[in-house]
């Protein structure tokens, strides 16, 4: 019988590894900013997966951090223009989180299904940002990655 809610990450789609974020920052794997090239429309085509992230430390005391995890969309291998952020992921203190949440946000395991596929438009790149805000002492440390299965 398989387990659930057990994921293992493909290297290959692997999105940002563990290290705590405290400010703004692109994610980046083994030290160095993470851009996936997903191919170009001829050869691929449009592109659905499931963008997981898994949390495992999220600083929350002062109840004004906020987390915002883009997944971002590009053109640009570098992103250096046409940046397009389809997916804000908010997480942090009820405080401060936006919508019709009722608690502070956990450590866990989080899905999102995400496609290149934005407003018509076919991205040939993705990567992610967060956006930091609040009274950060520690931050937020979570992996994230892709998985093209389901």
Not at 14 to 20: F, I, R
Not at 27 to 53: F, K, T
Not at 60 to 66: F, G, R, V, Y
Not at 96 to 105: E, I
Request: glycine share 8%; net charge negative; aromatic share 10%.
């Amino acid at each position: 019988m398989p387990v659930l809610n057990q994921f293992t990450p493909d290297v290959n789609t692997k999105m940002k590894d563990a290290g705590l974020i405290a400010a703004d920052a692109r994610w980046q794997v083994s030290a160095a900013n993470q851009y996936l090239d997903l191919g170009g429309a001829a050869e691929v085509g449009r592109i659905d997966a499931n963008l997981h992230i898994e949390v495992t430390a999220i600083e929350i005391a002062s109840n004004d951090e906020l987390y915002k995890l883009h997944f971002q969309l590009s053109t640009s291998a570098t992103f250096a223009s046409v940046i397009v952020s389809p997916l804000i992921v908010e997480l942090g203190a009820l405080e401060v989180l936006t919508g019709l949440q009722d608690t502070d946000s956990a450590t866990g395991h989080y899905v999102f299904p995400v496609s290149n596929d934005f407003g018509g438009t076919l991205y040939r790149y993705c990567s992610g940002y967060t956006d930091v805000a609040g009274a950060i002492a520690t931050g937020i440390n979570f992996d994230a990655w892709l998985d093209f299965g389901h």
